[in-house]
């Protein structure tokens, strides 16, 4: 008997060589392991060699904080195999990324940059996602703007305009600023003056105003911020004195904010008023007569009769108009005899002129529009005068942002050196690109600090034609709004 007899087949038992063959389908699997290690080598590869924008076809990690309610949902914000930026450059074989756009607008509307502009890019080629709960998706490099911004005419995105080519925060890569070019403001000032101890200018500058003659209602709040506090010290003024900073206190709360300017708390000074600034100094008052403020001529030429009316009439019945029969109420001056009519007419059209054509009332400070002043007032239709509006500006830079508190430690005169010298309100006393880029800049030496200067942190991107909207706009809002229990899927 054989000793090597199993009691199996021959056909069944395995060869003897067995450990020495290589089984097929080991081979292949092997062989598909390298296969996917390289496709996958490629892939990132490829990735890092093609994508511009430095995006990277790879998650590499949680999406922000805002976004982590949907970070298990993948579809939330990707449409299955198809990229999700417009720099993708798997986007030919695999589908066009714009679909992840609507994605994103369920939730929230990125409205157009400008009006007119291309839909091009996807939401996602600028808001990175999968850098960590901490990552920012607003602040973008540079790249994401200069990609259009490097060269708007080649770019066949504009015809004509000066600052075709933006490549950086510098005095050599970034316009001017366009909106200081002239103030709009109409309303006279003279900041060296109301800087100048007692507002006296030069030798002969006039009677000193001293902390005495000012009303004793008003008086305190001077006094407190000088530091000669005696009656007949001279007013010395602060740029705190009339411009401070606004709280941001948006109004009634019913109000919509869109609607209004973006206005975070502390960016912008508060306007000027005449109660607050003003009123101490520049008192209205005429012929013992307290004249309103911010009322238009034609109500005033009204209000300056009745006041007159009132006085030369009072106690003295016999001076009306015999005939005029029946008084009607409100038709006064009518039955008044005509002599006196005329003493009234005089009065007012003396008061008139003080207060629109000697330097001391009305246009001490303010513009007319429509007829010539004094002529008005000759041919008795200054009732047809209307102040100007004064139109001073709240937001100067209409395209980028600025906030007061960010630079609050550093002092005013850095930024607005003109102030203190400036004689006339059109003097233009906001800084331009050359003071920002002492700052705003990279770190070469102590005297470059190195603030950030990147795009993002000055301008907005959304809505860049209506900059000052807040994110409460309307034209944010998601196409339409969901119940909960959807919104969390
Ligand atoms: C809040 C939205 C959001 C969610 C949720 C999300 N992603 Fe992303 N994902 C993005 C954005 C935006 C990018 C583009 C990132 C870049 O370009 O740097 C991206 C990029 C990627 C990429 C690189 C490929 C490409 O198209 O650029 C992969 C892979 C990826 N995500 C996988 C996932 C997976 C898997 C999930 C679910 C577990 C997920 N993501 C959930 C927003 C999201
Ligand atoms: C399911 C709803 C949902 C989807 C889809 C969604 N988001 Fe958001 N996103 C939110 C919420 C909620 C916030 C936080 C509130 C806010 O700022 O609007 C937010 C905030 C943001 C912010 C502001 C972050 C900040 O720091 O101020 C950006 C930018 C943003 N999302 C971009 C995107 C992009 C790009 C996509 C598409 C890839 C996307 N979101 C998809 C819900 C969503
Ligand atoms: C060219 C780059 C770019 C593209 C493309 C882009 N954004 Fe933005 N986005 C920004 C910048 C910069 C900000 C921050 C400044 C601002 O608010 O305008 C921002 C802010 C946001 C915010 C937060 C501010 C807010 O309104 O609450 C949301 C949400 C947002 N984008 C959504 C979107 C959506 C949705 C899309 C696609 C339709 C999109 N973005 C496309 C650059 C971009
Ligand atoms: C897809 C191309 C494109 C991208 C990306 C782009 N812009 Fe623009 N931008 C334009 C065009 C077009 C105009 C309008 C030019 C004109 O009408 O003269 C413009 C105008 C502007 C203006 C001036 C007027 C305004 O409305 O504010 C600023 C500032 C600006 N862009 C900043 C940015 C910043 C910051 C980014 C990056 C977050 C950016 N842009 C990205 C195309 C682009
Ligand atoms: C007595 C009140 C008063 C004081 C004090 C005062 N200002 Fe003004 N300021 C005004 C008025 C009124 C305007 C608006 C009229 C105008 O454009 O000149 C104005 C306008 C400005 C503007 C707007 C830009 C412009 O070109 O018109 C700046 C900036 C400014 N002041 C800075 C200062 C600084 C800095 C100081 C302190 C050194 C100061 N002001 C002190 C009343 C004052
Ligand atoms: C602390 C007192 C004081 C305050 C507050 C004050 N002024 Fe005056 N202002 C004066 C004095 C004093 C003069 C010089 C005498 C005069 O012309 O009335 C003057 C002069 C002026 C002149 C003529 C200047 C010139 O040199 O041609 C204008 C215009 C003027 N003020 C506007 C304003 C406005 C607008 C405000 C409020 C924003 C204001 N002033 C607040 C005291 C003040
Ligand atoms: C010392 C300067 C000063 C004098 C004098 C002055 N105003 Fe004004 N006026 C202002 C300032 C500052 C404003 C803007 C802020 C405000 O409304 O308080 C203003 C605003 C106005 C407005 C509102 C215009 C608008 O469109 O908003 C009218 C109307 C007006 N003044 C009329 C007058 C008349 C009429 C007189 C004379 C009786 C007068 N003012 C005297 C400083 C002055
Ligand atoms: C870092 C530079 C910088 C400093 C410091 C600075 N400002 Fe300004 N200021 C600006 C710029 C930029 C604007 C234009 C902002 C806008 O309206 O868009 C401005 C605007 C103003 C305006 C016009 C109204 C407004 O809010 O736009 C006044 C008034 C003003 N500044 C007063 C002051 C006073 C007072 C101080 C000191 C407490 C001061 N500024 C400090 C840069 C500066
Ligand atoms: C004395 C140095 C200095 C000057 C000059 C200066 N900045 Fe700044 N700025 C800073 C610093 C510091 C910050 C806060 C830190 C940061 O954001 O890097 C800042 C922040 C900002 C911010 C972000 C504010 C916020 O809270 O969102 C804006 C926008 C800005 N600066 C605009 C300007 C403009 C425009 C000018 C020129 C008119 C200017 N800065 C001049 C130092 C300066
Ligand atoms: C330190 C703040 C700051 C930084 C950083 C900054 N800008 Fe500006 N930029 C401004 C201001 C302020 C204006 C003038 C806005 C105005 O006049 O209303 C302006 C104007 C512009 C304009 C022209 C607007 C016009 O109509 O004249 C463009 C385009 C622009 N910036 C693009 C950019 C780009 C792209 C970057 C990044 C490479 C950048 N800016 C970085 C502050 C800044």
């Not at 850098?131 to 490097?150: E, F, I, K």
Request: hydrophobic fraction near 35%.
């Amino acid at each position: 008997m054989p000793a090597h007899d199993a009691g199996k087949p021959a056909s069944t038992r395995p060869p003897l060589d067995v450990h020495q063959r290589v089984d097929p389908l080991l081979r292949w699997k092997e062989r598909l392991g390298y296969l996917a290690l390289l496709a996958t080598l490629a892939w990132l590869g490829l990735s890092v060699a093609l994508s511009g924008q430095a995006d990277f076809h790879a998650s590499r990690g949680p999406v922000a904080a805002v976004h982590q309610n949907w970070e298990t949902n993948c579809q939330t914000c990707h449409v299955d195999f198809t990229p999700i930026s417009s720099h993708s450059w798997a986007a030919p074989f695999l589908g066009d990324p714009a679909q992840s756009t609507q994605r994103c607008e369920s939730c929230h509307a990125g409205p157009t940059h400008h009006v007119g502009q291309p839909p091009d890019l996807t939401c996602g080629s600028c808001h990175r996602e999968h850098r960590g709960r901490d990552a920012s998706l607003v602040n973008l490099p540079d790249s994401d703007c200069t990609q259009c911004h490097r060269d708007l005419y080649k770019n066949a995105l504009v015809k004509e305009t000066s600052w075709a080519d933006v490549s950086r925060f510098s005095a050599d890569g970034h316009p001017t600023f366009r909106s200081i070019k002239t103030d709009p403001g109409k309303l006279k000032f003279n900041h060296q003056r109301h800087l100048a101890a007692g507002m006296a200018l030069g030798k002969d500058g006039g009677t000193i105003q001293t902390l005495g003659k000012i009303p004793e209602s008003h008086r305190k709040r001077y006094r407190d911020q000088q530091a000669q506090k005696a009656d007949d010290a001279p007013v010395q003024l602060q740029c705190a004195s009339c411009h401070q900073v606004d709280p941001g206190d948006l109004g009634p709360a019913d109000f919509p904010l869109s609607l209004l300017n973006q206005r975070p708390a502390g960016a912008y000074m508060l306007p000027i008023s005449y109660e607050n600034q003003c009123q101490a100094c520049h008192p209205l008052t005429l012929d013992q007569i307290a004249v309103p403020h911010r009322w238009q001529p034609s109500a005033l030429h009204a209000y300056l009769e009745d006041s007159f009316t009132a006085r030369l009439v009072r106690g003295q019945a016999g001076l009306l108009d015999k005939k005029t029969v029946r008084p009607l109420p409100g038709k006064l001056p009518d039955m008044l005899t005509p002599t006196l009519r005329e003493a009234i007419a005089g009065k007012v059209e003396f008061a008139e002129k003080d207060l629109y054509v000697s330097k001391r009332l009305c246009a001490e400070c303010h513009y007319f529009e429509g007829k010539s002043v004094a002529e008005a007032i000759k041919r008795g239709v200054a009732p047809d005068l209307r102040v100007a509006p004064p139109n001073v500006p709240t937001v100067w830079l209409q395209h980028a942002k600025f906030n007061h508190r960010s630079h609050r430690a550093v002092q005013c005169a850095d930024c607005h050196a003109a102030a203190a010298t400036s004689e006339v309100h059109t003097d233009v006393l906001i800084p331009d690109r050359d003071v920002c880029v002492k700052c705003h800049a990279p770190v070469t030496s102590q005297a470059t600090p190195g603030a950030r200067f990147n795009c993002t942190e000055c301008h907005m991107y959304h809505n860049g034609d209506h900059g000052g909207q807040g994110v409460g706009a309307a034209s944010r809002k998601p196409a339409s709004a969901r119940g909960l229990a959807d919104f969390l899927k």
